[in-house]
Every structure is written in structure tokens, then in C-alpha cells.
């Protein structure tokens, strides 16, 4: 059965902070690893990483695979009231989605 | 261009009472899937289809029938509701051969059943 576990599940943090998220996985058949942000509504995709040792980068926010020993992690730096959200990783196998259970991100004034 | 959209966006069920949930997209998309997610936890997925009249089971699919009839349409039925089914309700869409980065998310259902 795939799993995917991330830590971790909550965390509170003060504007400015930097943050790491981690995503750990068990899954036959990777394809890829997939970093949504959840803000009360449907997940937003953020990156898709296939690839080990490649960082993925959007402004504040940064991803890296390690295909070796099956985890991700997502930071963000200079956190902002902004990016209070569920962040959620999920793996692709074959034509199947798998998410972890979420991180709640905090980030206070 | 709607996207994806869900009906109904908000329902409150008795236990035991039936309803069907509509997905539908305009973006002649062939693979859809609908996902429950609770509080504290991930997207897990119900069923999904891959074609029209084709469906399959995903992780957690006891308790939910789908139909997929028509291409644009993918129907979550609960036969016989039970508290533990309350629930968010999301469908989605992609276009085989993309990535489930194209995956195109619908705006979700609330589902409290008493």
C-alpha cells in the first residue's frame, strides 16, 4: 500500500521565520512528488519534482527530491501571514494520486 | 471556460438518507476522480474513471457508487449515508498523458451528515 507521511503536522512560526516541511514516502511504481498549498478550498499546485538532487524554485518558495531515501522537503524563507495554509504532499503512482496527511502552517504577526 | 465545478457546494443529510454528488467538466478531459477529505488529514481517493462507463475503486470507496456515463460528468452516489461520510467532497480532472500537475481541482462539496 503507497504511503506518504509528512511532518511536521502543525507548526507556528512568526513572520519572517524560515520553515522546512518534510514528506517521506512508500510508494511502487514513483513517478513523481507533488507540493500543494490549501487555503479553505480546493489544493493549489506549487512544484512537481521528478528528478533527485534538482531544486524547484518560485520566489520565497523552494523543493528538493532524494529519490535514495524517498523524502522532500519544502522551504520557505521570509515567511509572511500569506503562506498560513495546509501544505500537502502527494506521490504519483501509475494513474493514482497519494497525499500525506498535511502540514498546518501558522505564520503569526 | 467553467473548469471544473461540483453541485452541490453545501448538504446536510440524515443517516440513512441517499444522494448523488455531480462533477462536471468542460475540458473534455478523460480521467476524472473524486476525492473525501477530512479534517487533519490528505485528499484520499474514492473512485476514479479513466473513460466514459469506466470506473475503478481507490483507497477509501465502501460506502460510494460512481457512474461515469457521460465524459463530461462523474457521479458520487451514497446510497445509505452515514455520519462518518461527512466529509469535503473534491472532484478532479486531467488529460491523459499530463502530469497530475495539470490536474484540474473543482471547488469542493460539504458534506454533514447527522
Known amino acids: 500500500e503507497d504511503k506518504v507521511v509528512q511532518s511536521p503536522l502543525s507548526l507556528v512560526v512568526h513572520e519572517g521565520d524560515t520553515v522546512t516541511l518534510n514528506c517521506s514516502y512508500e510508494v511502487t511504481n514513483f513517478r513523481s512528488l507533488l507540493w500543494y498549498k490549501q487555503e479553505k478550498k480546493a489544493p493549489t499546485f506549487l512544484f512537481m519534482l521528478?528528478?533527485?538532487?534538482i531544486e524547484k524554485k518560485s520566489g520565497r518558495l523552494s523543493s528538493i527530491l532524494d529519490k535514495k531515501e524517498l523524502f522532500s522537503i519544502l522551504n520557505i524563507t521570509a515567511t509572511q501571514t500569506g503562506d498560513s495554509a495546509i501544505y500537502l504532499c502527494a506521490v504519483t503512482s501509475g494513474s493514482r494520486l497519494t497525499f500525506g496527511e498535511g502540514t498546518q502552517l501558522t505564520v503569526n504577526p | 471556460n467553467a473548469g471544473v465545478t461540483q453541485t452541490p457546494k453545501f448538504r446536510v443529510l440524515k443517516t440513512g438518507q441517499s444522494m448523488t454528488l455531480l462533477c462536471a467538466q468542460d475540458m473534455n478531459h478523460e480521467y476524472m476522480y473524486w476525492y473525501r477529505q477530512d479534517p487533519g488529514m490528505g485528499l484520499r481517493l474514492i473512485h476514479y474513471?479513466?473513460?466514459?462507463?469506466?470506473?475503478a475503486k481507490g483507497e477509501v470507496p465502501d460506502g460510494y457508487n460512481v457512474s461515469r456515463l457521460k465524459k463530461q460528468n462523474f457521479l458520487l452516489g451514497l446510497e445509505s449515508a452515514a455520519p462518518s461520510q461527512t466529509s469535503v467532497y473534491f472532484c478532479?480532472?486531467?488529460?491523459?498523458?499530463?502530469?497530475?500537475?495539470?490536474?484540474?481541482f473543482g471547488p469542493g462539496t460539504r458534506l454533514t451528515v447527522l
Open positions: 474513471s479513466v473513460g466514459e462507463g469506466t470506473t
Open positions: 478532479a480532472s486531467r488529460k491523459p498523458g499530463t502530469s497530475f500537475n495539470e490536474q484540474f
Open positions: 521528478t528528478s533527485s538532487g
